[in-house]
């Protein structure tokens, strides 16, 4: 299936990605007095760069409040506060410092559900920034969501626009499984229609952003933006790009992805993460298994580069795909001329590319 809402609304505002993320953080705390969020410096006057702006007044500190700087020993009150019958949205902040719970998240929150037998579920929602911007470097922008995707138990969602980031908020909050919640932190001032009004969106179900017949990219969290503007570079040598968003990692909608690929015998994904044994070797390795005997297939798949997150912009330009290194592999991949370069004027205005719809 090509679209991911469970509840169909006609927007009629524009909100950043920051500040849906807020707003439907807020808008099931007022529904359900279980809902809390917590987290170190969610009420700070910064207020994790606007995303818990206004919860403490609204909620009180007995719903919205810091933790000390102990990952490992909060989340297992986040576990046990969803045991009891909570619904905890624990902010982390940066993906990285998930390395501090693995314990936490793998073996206790992603087991219990299983371990007794159905009868213990843990409605937990895992909240954390990964991406580059401000000389983040090694230690505070990597993506590990790959990690997750590895262990059953655990959901991951990796929205890449305000409407499903809203969406995919609540249907997390209100999920009775552990989901981790991957933020872009360049996400966060891109605006798309949003609804008012609550509504969710489905896990495991992709999105389509472009509609194509050429190649089919595959791009996860921001580098689905990078492709929407990948795409648009393509344009210029007439290639048609059946571009995809992923939406949520676990559960995985690769139905619509082979739809695709076995359209256009062509597949590029493009990751937020290392290639090596990453969520774009799992999508390659699913068309691979069912289309791979049904005629020829190019596949390719493209991340960070395989060293430590830099720090410098000069190096980070080499680290991560981006909207000219993309376009350029999709057109090799699809048979064009080598040597290809897109117009540098296209290619700077292909930044004001942004996912505006369909909604």
């Keep these: 299936m090509s679209s991911p809402d469970t509840v169909v609304s006609t927007a009629t505002r524009s909100l950043r990605y920051v500040d849906a993320l807020r707003e439907a953080v807020a808008q099931e705390m007022q529904r359900d007095d279980d809902v809390f969020c917590f987290g170190l410096d969610v009420d700070d006057h910064k207020a994790i760069q606007g995303s818990t702006q206004g919860l403490l007044e609204a909620f009180g500190p007995e719903r919205c409040f810091t933790t000390p700087l102990s990952e490992d020993a909060m989340t297992g009150v986040a576990i046990g506060a969803a045991m009891a019958g909570m619904r905890p949205i624990h902010v982390h902040i940066r993906m990285d410092f998930l390395m501090l719970c693995m314990n936490q998240l793998v073996n206790m929150a992603a087991k219990a559900h299983y371990m007794y037998g159905g009868s213990v579920k843990v409605p937990m929602v895992v909240r954390s920034m990964i991406g580059k911007s401000w000389g983040q470097g090694a230690q505070h922008s990597q993506g590990l969501h790959a990690m997750f995707m590895h262990v059953p138990g655990l959901k991951v969602v990796a929205p890449s626009n305000a409407y499903d980031a809203k969406g995919c908020m609540i249907a997390a909050i209100r999920d009775d499984n552990p989901v981790i919640f991957m933020e872009h932190r360049l996400l966060y001032p891109i605006e798309a229609p949003v609804p008012e009004e609550p509504f969710t969106v489905a896990f495991g179900r992709?999105?389509?952003?472009?509609?194509?017949?050429?190649?089919?990219?595959?791009?996860?969290?921001?580098?689905?933006?990078?492709?929407?503007?990948?795409?648009?570079?393509?344009?210029?040598?007439?290639?048609?790009?059946?571009?995809?968003?992923?939406?949520?990692?676990?559960?995985?909608?690769?139905?619509?992805?082979?739809?695709?690929?076995?359209r256009t015998r062509r597949l590029l994904v493009v990751d937020n993460a290392w290639v090596s044994a990453g969520a774009g070797a799992e999508i390659a390795a699913q068309v691979a298994e069912q289309l791979g005997g049904s005629g020829p297939l190019s596949i390719r798949r493209m991340g960070f580069a395989p060293t430590t997150c830099p720090t410098t912009p000069a190096l980070e330009a080499h680290f991560y795909p981006n909207p000219l290194t993309i376009a350029k592999t999709a057109h090799a991949l699809a048979g064009g001329s080598a040597g290809w370069e897109p117009d540098p004027e296209r290619a700077r205005l292909a930044y004001q590319q942004a996912f505006k719809g369909p909604f």
């Excluded at 389509?208 to 017949?213: K, P, T």
């Excluded at 689905?224 to 995985?252: F, H, K, M, Q």
């Design 206 to 262: 992709a999105r389509h952003m472009r509609r194509g017949s050429d190649i089919t990219i595959v791009g996860i969290s921001n580098m689905a933006v990078e492709c929407l503007r990948a795409a648009s570079l393509l344009e210029e040598v007439g290639l048609s790009v059946d571009l995809i968003d992923p939406v949520s990692l676990v559960p995985l909608d690769m139905e619509t992805i082979i739809a695709s690929v076995a």
